[in-house]
């Protein structure tokens, strides 16, 4: 049984059934219409695409003061989203470079470390070459990087409306990212081994989406906010009880989607049988994986790891 879902996020079930035409079929479909549905939501949610943003007009309407701080809270915001969608991004990023999962790795591993070159015959297939949306995933990590950064200098002139842009570019890239992928739902001659990792995604998708709507909803009520009690050169703009509760909320739920994501990651199962000291994990010896995600040590494993999978390497 695969299960798949977060907080108000897409749950997914497929009970394993011996393999059949008729059966893989039917999972097929059943997925294909989950993702149609999901990219026609966000289309219809995104008709305009000037909706999210029309609040960021407010800006020069303000004190100084306050859109020195409107700045600071919107790239505390900001950043919250953009730590678990990169992590996502990364994990899409392996998926397609290593489409096999810790198959492909462990094959990888033996072929780095040994020196006899019969032992580096392999059998991979025409997948693990590579996959051409992994440059529109690269170019997506570019982007949500940038971001990043641009989010570290919230004094910068015109900051909001910088930011703002990039956000509608890595929206609009993920939308047309899901909607190329989604063709491995639809057309039944495509690999199956893709049409894996688009339905094990699919919780991702759906999360990233939400994240992005919830954001714009508290933007441009943070927005509305600043420019109505915003004025007073000396005095902090006004933020309601009920606004702060959902900023607070957002942010604490960025951090289970991101802590969500590694306890499903492939880097979490290495992690834990390099702690273990073989290939096999002996659950009875090691900490509970909601604790180990977060230690310091794990995260350290994280980032080498994408070091050394060149996942962090990649460029256009």
Request: with cysteine; net charge neutral; hydrophobic share 35%.
């Amino acid at each position: 049984m695969v299960t798949g879902g977060f907080d108000g996020g897409l749950d997914i079930m497929v009970i394993n059934t011996p393999a059949s035409t008729s059966s893989t079929e039917h999972i097929t479909v059943m997925i294909g219409s989950v993702t149609s549905e999901l990219l026609a939501n966000h289309r219809t949610g995104n008709e305009d695409p000037t909706q999210n943003y029309n609040m960021v007009q407010c800006v020069g309407h303000i004190s100084t003061l306050n859109q020195t701080l409107l700045n600071k809270i919107t790239a505390e915001i900001v950043q919250s989203m953009l730590k678990p969608t990169l992590e996502f991004d990364e994990i899409l990023m392996e998926s397609f470079m290593y489409p096999r999962g810790m198959e492909s790795l462990l094959h990888k591993y033996r072929f780095e470390n040994t020196d006899d070159m019969k032992e580096r015959d392999c059998d991979f297939d025409i997948q693990d070459i590579g996959h051409a949306q992994i440059l529109e995933i690269v170019h997506l990590r570019r982007i949500i990087l940038d971001t990043q950064s641009k989010c570290k200098r919230p004094d910068q002139p015109d900051f909001i409306q910088h930011v703002q842009q990039s956000l509608h570019s890595v929206e609009s890239l993920m939308y047309d990212l899901l909607k190329r992928l989604s063709v491995y739902m639809e057309v039944p001659s495509c690999s199956r081994l893709y049409n894996g990792i688009l339905s094990k995604q699919l919780p991702n998708f759906k999360e990233f989406f939400l994240r992005f709507k919830t954001f714009h909803t508290i933007t441009n009520s943070l927005f509305e906010t600043a420019m109505k009690t915003g004025q007073n050169p000396s005095k902090y703009f006004n933020v309601e009880i009920t606004l702060s509760d959902t900023i607070t909320k957002f942010m604490n739920s960025n951090e289970k989607w991101m802590h969500q994501m590694l306890l499903e990651s492939s880097s979490l199962q290495e992690f834990r049988m390099t702690l273990s000291g073989n290939d096999k994990i002996d659950e009875s010896t090691l900490q509970p994986s909601s604790k180990v995600t977060r230690s310091s040590s794990f995260k350290k494993f994280n980032q080498e790891r994408k070091n050394r999978l060149r996942i962090s390497h990649r460029s256009l």
